[in-house]
């Protein structure tokens, strides 16, 4: 029998109605603001990794899934007058992005167009001062990077052999831009020192060395051989192929690259005299304003200066006050400081890692639950003699981000000869630091159909931050792996902590007072004579090092002290909340044996660790906020 509605049964049924029509309309406003917003970070995404084709044969193993013929792709040249277009693309980037209200997004796409609105004003705030950027810095600029990156380039078939020799042809076109970017950094009043043009002059031969390239011996020759072999070995190419090749890398070395380094060094001995003595930011005009823009995008933090320097020398004072406690209460640990002792049981980088990867396993989640499967290699390598004075103590290789199951770790023997130093270094490049991070969020983001934008966005007060942290994590695993054969390695590996956070501090601090205040070298050299230590060239070394390169220092330390901030917060909020599966039996406040429970405490730890891995890398200020909001 066919049923009337009632009047109230006809009411409720246009109420049902009107309410499902209200959320199929929000739910295709949400659908539809959602295709239009991931359409643009993609093309975002494709336009950033094929800006240079040795950056995206780094990023992508396998061009063909994002329709890319890396063929086509060129090396950036710089062209004359156009240091200032980043400022105009910028503020267009930004127009477009007003467009999507966060309101309409999901909450990963809401999360993202935070991430970029903050990125985008942080680059921008540089941007509008291009002539501060140093593409030439001694220790991180293209002449040095550069021959690693070619070293590094990954051989996959004969196609990848290609690629390679035609971006040796292009360097001179590369270099040649660079060139014209010192030239207007002159004519703008910026150029580098006199002190620094000669060490990259320096650097440009040493890295082109003419006898080792006559000779067949340098490294570059060595390693591009060494790839061929493995294609030989897979059967890609034939050894006559291999021999040609090979044949045609030591002609481009010799005839392209090398002359391609001798030109600029001769082009930068052209321009000695037009730049001032090695100083800081502070002494040119809007160089205080641009350190200030500069902070913010290297630490990853939107703290002002002043707190930025407060939040520095509280810690310094904390650190340098513990370890007079602990030299006090243990006058041998002066004598150990000189001698380096070897606690530490002998182990190879690959036994060091696999040791550190295992012993995290409680605290951090694991990257087999992300991924299903935790078969990640890592080779170690040591940086070629030639680069030891140009390369940092180690570095970790990104891998490609659709295949993060191989990676490379390089240690610089000279800065790694003891064996805490080893030890804490490979914790700060693989477990649980840049290696362990790179693979965890890559395959994370995959897993969660994440945009793979994330991995272009660079922030780099969390990522070193964050191997930072892990860095000085590891001073309690080489307590725990030495103590029981060597009782007295619990205290001096806690003194070379706390040591090595007081340098960390004290040249942040520097840094601020360098490049803001404008102190003079005579001024930095006091600063050390009333800490006890006046050695005039290690200090003169400091301060060039730290003059030439703004920011370094702060990226890394300033990025840890916000990530300490970020656990504090976290310890009150969750703890507060009842928010971990385990609880602290302190009191519920904020004092410190409360909080060193807390940290302590297994569970705790994953948690935080997890969020800091789900939601970054992403500046300071969103996690906090997040973190606040999650809890």
Same mark, same amino acid.
């Given at each position: 029998?066919?049923?009337?509605?009632?009047? +109230?049964?006809?009411?409720?049924?246009?109420?049902?109605?009107?309410?499902?029509?209200?959320?199929?309309?929000?739910?295709?406003?949400?659908?539809?603001?959602?295709?239009?917003?991931?359409?643009?970070?993609?093309?975002?995404?494709?336009?950033?990794?094929?800006?240079?084709?040795?950056?995206?044969?780094?990023?992508?193993?396998?061009?063909?899934?994002?329709?890319?013929?890396?063929?086509?792709?060129?090396?950036?040249?710089?062209?004359?007058?156009?240091?200032?277009?980043?400022?105009?693309?910028?503020?267009?980037?930004?127009?477009?992005?007003?467009?999507?209200?966060?309101?309409?997004?999901?909450?990963?796409?809401?999360? *993202?167009? +935070?991430?970029?609105?903050?990125?985008?004003?942080?680059?921008?705030?540089?941007?509008?001062?291009?002539?501060?950027?140093?593409?030439?810095?001694?220790?991180?600029?293209?002449?040095?990077?550069?021959?690693?990156?070619?070293?590094?380039?990954?051989?996959?078939?004969?196609?990848?052999?290609? *690629?390679?020799?035609?971006?040796?042809? !292009?360097?001179?076109?590369?270099?040649?831009?660079?060139?014209?970017?010192?030239?207007? +950094?002159?004519?703008?009043?910026?150029?580098?020192?006199?002190?620094?043009?000669?060490?990259?002059?320096?650097?440009?031969?040493?890295?082109?060395?003419?006898?080792?390239?006559?000779?067949?011996?340098?490294?570059?020759?060595?390693?591009?051989?060494?790839?061929?072999?493995?294609?030989?070995?897979?059967?890609?190419?034939?050894?006559?192929?291999?021999?040609?090749?090979?044949?045609?890398?030591?002609?481009?070395?010799?005839?392209?690259?090398?002359?391609?380094?001798?030109?600029?060094?001769?082009?930068?001995?052209?321009? #000695?005299?037009?730049?001032?003595?090695?100083?800081?930011?502070?002494?040119?005009?809007?160089?205080?304003?641009?350190?200030?823009?500069?902070?913010?995008?290297?630490?990853?933090?939107?703290?002002?200066?002043?707190?930025?320097?407060?939040?520095?020398?509280?810690?310094?004072?904390?650190?340098?006050?513990?370890?007079?406690?602990?030299?006090?209460?243990?006058?041998?640990?002066?004598?150990?400081?000189?001698?380096?002792?070897?606690?530490?049981?002998?182990? #190879?980088?690959?036994?060091?890692?696999?040791?550190?990867?295992?012993?995290?396993?409680?605290?951090?989640?694991?990257?087999?639950?992300?991924?299903?499967?935790?078969?990640?290699?890592?080779?170690?390598?040591?940086?070629?003699?030639?680069?030891?004075?140009?390369?940092?103590?180690?570095?970790?290789?990104?891998?490609?981000?659709?295949?993060?199951?191989?990676?490379?770790?390089?240690?610089?023997?000279?800065?790694?000869?003891?064996?805490?130093?080893?030890?804490?270094?490979?914790?700060?490049?693989?477990?649980?630091?840049?290696?362990?991070?790179?693979?965890?969020? !890559?395959?994370?983001?995959?897993?969660?159909?994440?945009?793979?934008?994330?991995?272009?966005?660079?922030?780099?007060?969390?990522?070193?931050?964050?191997?930072?942290?892990?860095?000085?994590?590891?001073?309690?695993?080489?307590?725990?792996?030495?103590?029981?054969?060597?009782?007295?390695?619990?205290?001096?590996?806690?003194?070379?902590?706390?040591?090595? !956070?007081?340098?960390?501090? *004290?040249?942040?601090?520097?840094?601020?007072?360098?490049?803001?205040?404008?102190?003079?070298?005579?001024?930095?050299?006091?600063?050390?004579?009333?800490?006890?230590?006046?050695?005039?060239?290690?200090?003169?070394?400091?301060?060039?090092?730290?003059?030439?390169?703004?920011?370094?220092?702060? #990226?890394?330390?300033?990025?840890? *002290?916000?990530?300490?901030?970020?656990?504090?917060?976290?310890?009150?909020?969750?703890?507060?909340?009842? !928010?971990?599966?385990?609880?602290?039996?302190?009191?519920?406040?904020?004092?410190?044996?409360?909080?060193?429970?807390?940290?302590?405490?297994?569970?705790?730890?994953?948690?935080?660790?997890?969020?800091?891995?789900?939601?970054?890398?992403?500046?300071?200020?969103?996690?906090?906020?997040?973190?606040?909001?999650?809890?």
């Amino acid at each position: 029998m066919k049923r009337t509605l009632s009047f +109230k049964q006809w009411a409720a049924a246009l109420i049902l109605f009107a309410g499902f029509s209200a959320a199929t309309a929000f739910g295709y406003l949400h659908i539809h603001a959602d295709a239009a917003f991931e359409r643009f970070t993609e093309n975002f995404f494709l336009g950033e990794i094929q800006a240079n084709p040795i950056h995206f044969h780094y990023s992508i193993d396998n061009p063909d899934a994002y329709q890319i013929d890396e063929s086509q792709l060129k090396m950036p040249v710089y062209q004359a007058g156009t240091a200032a277009d980043d400022v105009y693309a910028l503020s267009v980037l930004s127009e477009q992005l007003d467009k999507y209200r966060p309101a309409s997004l999901s909450d990963s796409n809401r999360y *993202l167009l +935070k991430l970029l609105d903050s990125y985008i004003d942080a680059v921008k705030l540089t941007a509008a001062y291009p002539y501060f950027s140093e593409p030439l810095s001694p220790s991180s600029g293209a002449p040095s990077e550069l021959p690693i990156l070619l070293a590094e380039y990954r051989f996959d078939d004969a196609q990848d052999v290609e *690629l390679y020799l035609s971006i040796l042809q !292009q360097i001179p076109d590369y270099f040649e831009g660079l060139i014209i970017f010192e030239k207007e +950094k002159a004519a703008a009043g910026l150029f580098m020192s006199d002190a620094t043009a000669d060490k990259v002059i320096r650097q440009c031969y040493a890295l082109m060395n003419p006898e080792q390239l006559e000779e067949g011996t340098h490294f570059l020759e060595i390693t591009f051989a060494e790839r061929l072999q493995n294609l030989v070995s897979q059967g890609a190419i034939t050894e006559e192929e291999a021999l040609s090749y090979q044949s045609q890398n030591n002609r481009l070395l010799t005839t392209v690259v090398a002359p391609a380094y001798d030109r600029l060094s001769d082009e930068l001995t052209l321009l #000695k005299g037009n730049g001032t003595d090695t100083c800081g930011l502070a002494h040119r005009e809007g160089g205080k304003q641009y350190y200030e823009a500069l902070l913010r995008l290297r630490t990853s933090s939107d703290r002002s200066v002043s707190e930025i320097r407060q939040m520095l020398y509280e810690n310094l004072a904390a650190n340098y006050e513990a370890l007079g406690r602990l030299l006090e209460n243990n006058e041998s640990l002066r004598d150990s400081f000189t001698t380096d002792p070897a606690f530490l049981p002998e182990m #190879k980088p690959e036994e060091i890692l696999a040791y550190l990867a295992d012993s995290i396993k409680h605290k951090y989640p694991s990257i087999a639950s992300v991924t299903g499967d935790s078969s990640i290699g890592c080779t170690v390598k040591y940086v070629d003699d030639s680069l030891e004075a140009y390369t940092a103590p180690a570095f970790y290789m990104t891998p490609p981000i659709d295949n993060v199951l191989n990676n490379t770790i390089y240690i610089n023997a000279m800065d790694t000869s003891d064996d805490l130093s080893l030890f804490t270094t490979l914790a700060h490049e693989g477990y649980p630091g840049h290696l362990y991070q790179t693979v965890y969020c !890559q395959n994370f983001w995959a897993k969660s159909g994440i945009t793979p934008l994330r991995s272009v966005l660079y922030y780099g007060g969390y990522i070193e931050g964050w191997a930072m942290y892990t860095e000085l994590s590891s001073y309690e695993d080489a307590i725990r792996l030495a103590k029981e054969e060597h009782p007295e390695a619990g205290d001096y590996y806690l003194a070379c902590r706390l040591d090595r !956070q007081i340098q960390l501090a *004290l040249y942040s601090l520097l840094d601020i007072s360098i490049h803001y205040d404008g102190a003079s070298l005579q001024e930095v050299s006091e600063i050390f004579a009333s800490l006890g230590s006046a050695d005039a060239p290690t200090i003169a070394a400091i301060y060039s090092y730290i003059a030439e390169e703004p920011c370094n220092y702060p #990226k890394y330390y300033v990025g840890y *002290l916000e990530i300490m901030e970020l656990k504090k917060q976290a310890a009150v909020l969750w703890y507060n909340n009842h !928010q971990t599966d385990n609880t602290c039996s302190a009191p519920a406040s904020q004092n410190a044996s409360y909080l060193n429970a807390i940290y302590e405490d297994p569970g705790f730890l994953y948690y935080f660790h997890s969020f800091l891995l789900n939601n970054g890398p992403a500046d300071f200020g969103t996690l906090s906020e997040l973190l606040a909001g999650a809890s």
